[in-house]
């Protein structure tokens, strides 16, 4: 089992920066494939950024790429989302969450097992 709590959401104005962190508990996070998903008002949930468990292979959807980082550091069980120029557009509630079959390759591909409860990200004007 693996809990999982997102942090740094919040207000930032459009082409400002945001860093998302995800604290997981459990001591074999590490061998967890990790994900950042958002959803916006009336909108389904998209997968953001993936990442695999050693952090050598990432994933991000296109309206993302160039402006968003995912990484982790598994000495502190932890997942991070880097936004930079953020837009309108990537007003959402941002999620974490985990997985432990997931091989590289399949970062993309739902479901993951484990999710947060979730943080606001509001980019405006």
Known sequence: ?????ES???WVQAG???RLSCAA???????????WFRQAPGKERELV???SWSGTSTRYVDSVKGR????RDNAKNTVYLQMNSLKPEDTAIYYCAADRTKTDWML????YDYWGQGTQ????L
């Open 108 to 111: 993309a591909t739902p479901p």
């Open 25 to 35: 508990s459990g001591r074999t996070f590490g061998s967890y494939a990790s994900a």
């Open 121 to 124: 990200v509001t980019v405006s």
């Open 8 to 10: 740094g959401g919040g």
């Open 16 to 18: 400002g920066s945001l």
């Open 68 to 71: 968003f980082t995912i990484f």
């Open 1 to 5: 089992q693996v809990q999982l709590v």
């Open 49 to 51: 950024a993936a990442i």
